[in-house]
């Protein structure tokens, strides 16, 4: 039987998790630009278009069983054993469906390279079920140094093997490789690190909890996926491959530092929440969160939201160019995407997958339905529906999480100075680029934007936020 514990140990794998998350971070940025001087954005939009499809079978054969693995206080051996076999029963499924399907949907979008893509992309979601719970096995005994080297060592190989495939001329397949090799590299290494390993699955075991659990948080993954995805579907219905490529490098440029921020902090915030030991209240654990993860996601978004159009073309090259229009109206969106995580936190830590349940389906529903609306007027209009829907998904949950029994006004309060920080120094940066910057070269107006941003940032802080500063920097010191 495991417990679930907050102890030096894990703090000190926390440390190492969040640093290998930012080495991925950095391993996935520096990938993105090589495969993008090697790859065109038609292939690029072919592989966008492919994985919204695909990813289905990662939402699907998880089922939502690492999470409801991650916060339950004690797992025996038979539950773990079948919450393995549960993930690779299910995942290997998604994945043959996805192969199944992937013909016809070639068909439907007239473009016969999806099937081969689909392929290659497929075989990724099995198995990453089958690690599913040697990566909650690591992460609930506190070797999160060891669930870092498994995962770093995936993304490396990934990489290493699409860039490689690209020179060659892979193109499209090339990018299709690349998670399939992260895939088996991650659990290869996850099985040799992990000191317990799965028997044979056992009746008896008593699942129901872990199952309702699970099934209202695969519901939940659902709706999130459906509405991040449906963008891109739709988009493909009525635009060519370049222009699903170059929206899905601005999502994926918007949304890169969140995802990866994401995923650890998740796996340390959603025990610490349910540890019953800590006698800090419950909303101000969750403020501290809201702060620690809105200072570092909202300068990058208003960094990023003056900046697109040089950055882009400096980093990516000029076939890139068009993508930079979306990025600020994206940027919106994952504001609100950023604050409404710690509201996602509290569901979970609360066991409230019910109410976290109305709340998605509340807002993803209206997020879906904006997208297919606006497809038929541009892809400018879709980035704007898909913003409207994450600021609907926010306020649902605002509206919502008093039930669960945590104070929604206390992560507001500690929104507000970020928010007021970046935005102020966003609108700022934004004015001079408009008004002085924009006949200067890439290079200079890239660094007359950002410099001047980072000087209303500094006197922003200094001005209203210097508290919370001092709080991030001894939040660092302590782990």
């Given amino acids: ?8 140990g894990r703090r000190r794998g926390a440390t190492l998790l969040l640093g290998a998350q930012w080495v991925r971070y950095l391993s996935q940025l520096l990938g993105m630009i090589v495969l993008a001087r090697l790859v065109g954005p038609a292939e690029f939009g072919v592989v966008a278009l492919a994985g919204a499809l695909a990813g289905f079978a990662a939402v ?6 690492s999470m409801a693995a991650l916060r339950a206080p004690t797992l025996t051996s038979a539950q773990r054993t079948m919450l393995f076999w549960a993930n690779t029963v299910i995942g290997t499924l998604a994945t043959a469906l996805v192969v199944v399907l992937a013909p016809p949907f070639a068909a439907v979008y007239g473009n016969p390279l999806l099937v081969p893509v689909l392929a290659l992309l497929a075989p990724a979601f099995a198995l990453r079920a089958m690690s599913a719970q040697f990566r909650v096995e690591l992460n609930r005994s506190g070797r999160l140094g060891r669930l870092a080297a498994a995962e770093l060592a995936g993304d490396l190989t990934g990489l ?3 860039v490689l495939f690209a020179v060659l001329g892979g193109g499209a397949l090339a990018l299709a490789s690349q998670g399939t090799v992260a895939a088996a590299i991650t659990l290869l290494v996850a099985v040799v690190l992990t000191p317990w390993h799965p028997g044979l699955p056992r009746r008896g075991s008593d699942m129901k909890g872990l199952l309702t659990f699970g099934g209202h948080t695969f519901l939940v ?9 449906v963008g891109t579907l739709a988009l493909g219905k009525v635009a060519n491959d370049r222009t699903v490529g170059l929206f899905n490098r601005a999502t994926q440029l918007v949304n890169l530092p969140i995802d990866q921020l994401i995923t650890p902090l998740t796996r340390v915030v959603i025990p610490a929440l349910a540890d019953p030991s800590d006698p800090t209240p419950l909303d101000q654990r969750l403020a501290k969160y809201q702060t620690v993860l809105s200072y570092p996601v909202l300068a990058y978004l208003s960094l990023f939201a003056v900046t697109a159009e040089p950055a882009i073309h400096l980093v990516f090259g000029g076939r890139w160019d068009d993508a930079a229009v979306y990025v600020p109206v994206l940027a919106i969106g994952a504001v609100f995407q950023t604050l409404g995580y710690p509201q996602y936190w509290a569901f979970v830590a609360t066991g409230r997958s019910g109410l976290l349940l109305w709340c998605e389906a ?13 497809a038929g007027i541009g892809p400018l209009a879709i980035a704007a529906a898909m913003s409207i829907g994450q600021f609907a998904l926010w306020v649902a949950a605002f509206v919502v999480l008093p039930r669960a029994g945590v104070s929604t006004v206390a992560l507001l309060a500690a929104s507000v100075r970020p928010i007021v920080v970046f935005s102020v120094a966003a609108a700022v940066a934004s004015l001079l680029d408009r008004s002085f910057f924009t006949p200067l070269d890439t290079l200079p107006r890239l660094l007359a934007t950002g410099g001047s941003w980072a000087i209303v940032v500094g006197v922003a802080v200094a001005l209203v936020a210097r508290r919370d500063l001092s709080s991030l920097w001894g939040a660092v010191r302590r782990r």
């Avoid at 039987?1 to 030096?8: A, D, E, F």
């Avoid at 699907?60 to 069983?65: K, P, Q, V």
């Avoid at 509340?362 to 606006?374: D, K, P, Q």
């Fill in 362 to 374: 509340a807002g993803r529903v209206l997020m879906i339905a904006l997208v297919v609306a606006a």
């Fill in 160 to 162: 290493v093997v699409a």
């Fill in 60 to 65: 699907l054969g998880d089922f939502g069983l």
């Fill in 1 to 8: 039987m495991t417990t679930t514990t907050v102890v030096t």
């Fill in 221 to 229: 993954h659902a709706l999130n996926y459906s509405s991040t995805v």
